[in-house]
């Protein structure tokens, strides 16, 4: 298919040879009052809730009353990888995450392959937890990709909320195929 | 095939049902005014983002060559296709490589472009749709009516009976969350047991050699990280030179296309887990013809957000299968005569020429210019109706000759007065199906002025 390469290659040179100087911008996105705020409602407004804490102990009472319920729970801590089966995957209640970068403007936290413990796990667990530093929160995406560099990872990405889709006459029902519900724990250390 | 405003005639049939379409559309448009005004930097986002676009179109032989430069670092594997046949093909191969026979697919235009799902399955290959919508329209044997929202068209009982024929729901529930949890269950298996999975591309990142593809519903991870084998489809025009240029395009994209700040995902795919292959397909179809007319290669700026659809007051009233291609709407009024004159001749015509779809891109297509533009080619080239052909040049012969004009109004005035039936006959006056006649004015406008003006 090289064939195809050069013939399309070929053709751009030939549709676009006129112009190309370099190419600069720049944009100073919106910065909040209180960007803690801010993403606390933009977490919300996805459909998804915040608690605030101010040590790990909120969390770690949180996942202790989850395992007391009977839930099947996996709390992914630094580093850790899951090498589980398909099977198994698919059938986790709550999936406890790190997140890095936190979006103000639209709720969304950056997760990195590194710290998910497997690409499904954020995906087919029912309820998603994921833990935010508060000073990771940035304004807005702008900041958030100068502070991230998405090559540090194989794969990453923003989640913003619970799954969702209005595909049906427009109404709104969260949880379409990934996580119904989604939380997010910020801390303040 | 039918015209566009033959189509869309079955379609306002339905005046009730045109009325919801119509509404609920609009909806979606207020929605995007909502977000665009939280941001007091929104205009100079969409500016922005056009003149990335257009830096990018500039310069696409170099980001293209920068992005699989990267990518294959990466250890991803890159095809390029020169027309749908051969991304068919390349998608094919892949799979009977494999021994795949299931495969899952999140939201693509592309694919559907190329007509893949029928290809493959001819094939004898099984491909589950996972988009929500997707899904409904594909056990309905329909296509999407709207890029974003691809059963906009289908009210809840529809949704409830295919759902009930295939799904064997219960008859009669149209309860939406009813509907989409029985949708999930049953869309979780085909993740669960597909081989490979194909998503399109929003964005690929010639800097890092990183593909970038947006959903609410989580449809496209789920199938790309349970599969063995990820194929994404993409077009020349999605490169962008860098990841800090996501920023520009992330913020735009969902905010212009339903309103939300952001997409629930927005995954970063830069190389395959361990053991696993990702493909990426490179795909021009017509892509580098349209970049060489000036007229018209500012349409691959497209970011496919469909705001021009929720806003355009003729998609909302005839419906996305009134246009008779796989991207309706204005933006797919202008792309679809690159790909075949003859059979979307008539779509540049669908339009009031009103400019809002130009006005809300965010990549600033100027959509209404091009509707235009693409009418004196088509006319020109010979692609006119018969009737616009006769119409359009009796009125440049009567509109050339002033004596023959006064004379042409003075007898229609007199026919509308005094034989109405034959201008008000619907079989013959083909622009007075959907209007009214206006009373006729006892003198012309140059009578008047010359009565009332002239010394």
């Given at each position: 298919m090289n064939m195809a390469r050069d013939k399309i290659l070929d053709e751009i040179k030939t549709a676009t040879s006129s112009n190309r100087q370099a190419f600069t911008y720049h944009i100073s996105g919106i910065s909040y009052a209180d960007k803690t705020r801010t993403f606390i409602q933009g977490v919300e407004a996805n459909g998804g809730s915040v608690f605030q804490t101010k040590d790990k102990t909120a969390i770690e009472n949180f996942i202790h009353a989850e395992r007391?319920?009977?839930?099947?729970?996996?709390y992914i801590t630094s580093g850790q990888k899951l090498d589980c089966a398909l099977e198994t995957l698919y059938h986790i209640d709550t999936a406890v995450i790190t997140g890095g970068i936190a979006v103000a403007e639209n709720g969304a936290v950056w997760v990195s392959e590194k710290d998910m413990g497997h690409r499904l796990l954020p995906f087919t667990c029912k309820q998603l937890v994921l833990i935010v530093e508060e000073k990771n929160i940035v304004h807005n995406l702008h900041?958030?990709?100068a502070a991230i560099n998405i090559t540090d990872t194989n794969y990453g990405v923003f989640i913003a909320g619970p799954s969702k889709t209005a595909d049906i006459e427009q109404s709104l029902v969260i949880g379409a195929h990934g996580p119904l519900n989604h939380f997010v724990f910020i801390i303040n250390l | 095939m039918a015209e566009h405003s033959h189509n869309a005639a079955a379609f306002i049939a339905d005046e009730a049902r045109t009325n919801w379409h119509d509404e609920t559309l609009w909806m979606v448009r207020a929605k995007r005014d909502k977000a665009a005004l939280q941001l007091p930097e929104w205009e100079q986002l969409r500016q922005t983002a056009s003149a990335i676009k257009e830096h990018t179109l500039n310069n696409l032989d170099t980001y293209l060559i920068a992005f699989e430069k990267k990518a294959l670092a990466n250890g991803v594997h890159i095809h390029w296709a020169y027309n749908s046949e051969e991304h068919n093909s390349i998608v094919y191969a892949l799979l009977q490589k494999s021994g795949v026979t299931k495969v899952v697919k999140s939201k693509s235009m592309l694919t559907e472009e190329c007509n893949l799902n029928e290809y493959l399955l001819h094939k004898g290959i099984q491909v589950t749709d996972t988009d929500l919508g997707e899904r409904i329209v594909?056990?309905?044997?329909?296509?999407?009516?709207?890029i974003v929202l691809p059963a906009i068209h289908l009210k809840k009982e529809d949704v409830s009976d295919t759902f009930h024929q295939h799904l064997h729901t219960e008859k009669g529930n149209t309860d939406a969350l009813y509907l989409t949890r029985q949708a999930r269950v049953h869309l979780?298996?085909?993740?669960?047991?597909?081989?490979?999975?194909?998503?399109?591309?929003?964005f690929a990142v010639a800097e890092t050699g990183s593909i970038v593809v947006c959903t609410n519903e989580g449809n496209a991870d789920l199938g790309v990280h349970t599969a063995k084998i990820h194929i994404a489809s993409m077009g020349i025009e999605k490169v962008i030179p860098e990841a800090k240029d996501l920023g520009v395009f992330l913020r735009l994209l969902a905010r212009s296309a339903t309103g939300q700040a952001v997409t629930t995902y927005s995954s970063h795919f830069n190389s395959p887990m361990p053991g696993r292959e990702m493909h990426v397909i490179i795909l021009n179809n017509k892509r580098t013809e349209q970049l060489a007319n000036p007229d018209f290669s500012n349409s691959l700026k497209c970011i496919r957000c469909a705001a021009c659809f929720n806003t355009c007051p003729v998609y909302r009233r005839s419906g996305g299968h009134s246009y008779h291609t796989v991207i309706a709407g204005p933006i797919g009024s202008i792309l679809a005569p690159n790909l075949d004159k003859k059979a979307n001749a008539d779509l540049p015509f669908a339009s009031t020429l009103c400019g809002s779809c130009s006005n809300v891109c965010p990549v600033k297509i100027d959509i209404h210019i091009q509707l235009w533009k693409w009418r004196q080619v088509l006319m020109k080239e010979g692609y006119g109706t018969l009737p616009k052909k006769i119409s359009m040049k009796g009125m440049g012969w009567i509109l050339s000759h002033p004596r023959l004009y006064r004379f042409a109004g003075t007898v229609a005035r007199w026919m509308m007065r005094n034989m109405p039936f034959v201008i008000n006959n619907k079989r013959w006056n083909i622009w007075y199906r959907q209007r009214n006649m206006p009373a006729p004015p006892a003198q012309s406008f140059k009578q008047w002025h010359q009565k009332n003006h002239s010394k």
């Open positions: 007391d319920a009977g839930k099947n729970i996996q900041e958030a990709y | 594909q056990l309905r044997n329909e296509a999407p009516s709207h979780r298996n085909h993740f669960y047991e597909s081989e490979a999975a194909l998503t399109g591309v929003n």
